[in-house]
């Protein structure tokens, strides 16, 4: 049976964001896929960002993967073994800031400008983004390239289920 893994990068459990995750959920499910929802805000979580404390690239450990263990380490294995993994948060945002409103035309330079502005969509977690692009050993650059073209190729499916909310 194929995972999915679905995670709400949003601070709102009933936001747009939300509410698309649950209608992909929907139709994974429908096509048979076992799937999970994480809220990254649920309060039973228990996580912190970088302490910088270099353990993660110290010799003999594992480059990029945090040493501290905390409710986030599960998640985000979890992450690295799904079949599927979907993430809503800070990219749809930068969708919604442009002038399309869409992906179609945004550009991993651009993406990355907003993701560098610590207050554009200061409620999504930057180091959980970059410790599951290290658990999976990709560049954070191809994280979220691969994230845009993903985006890309079911976007208008997106309006359209967003148009029936």
Not at 38 to 63: E, H, I, P, T
Not at 73 to 78: A, C, M, S, V, Y
Not at 86 to 98: H, P, Q, T, Y
């Amino acid at each position: 049976m194929i995972k999915a893994l679905f995670i709400n990068g949003s601070p709102r459990k009933n936001g747009n964001t939300a509410q698309l995750l649950k209608r992909a959920m929907d139709g994974a499910r429908e096509a048979g896929a076992e799937v999970e929802l994480v809220n990254l805000y649920d309060r039973s979580l228990n996580y912190k960002g970088c302490m910088s404390c270099f353990a993660c690239k110290l010799k003999g450990g594992k480059k990029g993967v945090c040493s501290f263990k905390d409710d986030l380490q599960p998640i985000l294995q979890k992450a690295v073994e799904a079949d599927v993994l979907v993430w809503g948060g800070l990219i749809g945002a930068a969708a919604w800031m442009r002038p399309s409103k869409c992906v179609q035309d945004m550009e991993l330079k651009s993406l990355k400008k907003k993701y560098k502005s610590k207050g554009f969509a200061a409620g999504c977690s930057r180091e959980v983004i970059e410790q599951g692009a290290a658990m999976l050993g990709w560049p954070l650059d191809d994280v979220l390239q691969k994230t845009l073209d993903a985006m890309r190729a079911c976007e208008s499916d997106v309006a359209s289920e967003m148009e029936k909310l």
